[in-house]
């Protein structure tokens, strides 16, 4: 069983930055651990959906990113240590929400965008960024 813990989020004003962690352990029932998966990172404000904010291919080679944070978010992974991570910079108010990092459901697929392509989610950490 794969488990995801984020870690990193907090309340911030805008223009600063954070940077948040997904530390994973265990493995799928085929005997695999993350590295071997694209990994994403949602969020979901209150009141709204689940959105997609930035995914990363299993090898770390490709990333892709949500229209809305295109240009300030960028996403990393560290296969040694089964941690994915999110840099966020110049964060805006809007930028508000539980972030969540997900498991692509697919063995070495190309990055989901859509949270339907995800499963082993964690328990999210909550960022605040006042004005």
């Known amino acids: 069983q794969v488990q995801l813990v984020e870690s990193g989020g907090g309340l911030v004003q805008a223009g600063d930055s954070l940077r948040l962690s997904c530390a994973a352990s265990g493995r799928t029932t085929s005997g695999r651990t993350i590295s071997d998966y694209a990994m994403g990172w949602f969020r979901q404000a209150p009141g709204k959906e689940r959105e997609f904010a930035a995914g990363?291919?299993?090898?770390?080679?490709?990333?892709y990113y949500g229209d809305s944070v295109k240009g300030r978010f960028t996403i990393s992974r560290d296969n040694v240590k089964n941690t994915v991570y999110l840099q966020m910079n110049s964060l805006k108010p809007e930028d508000t929400a539980v972030y969540y990092c997900a498991k692509a459901i697919k063995w070495r697929s190309i990055v989901p965008d859509t949270d339907g392509g995800y499963h082993y989610w964690g328990q999210g950490t909550q960022v605040t960024v006042s004005s």
């Open positions: 990363i291919s299993w090898g770390g080679r490709t990333t």
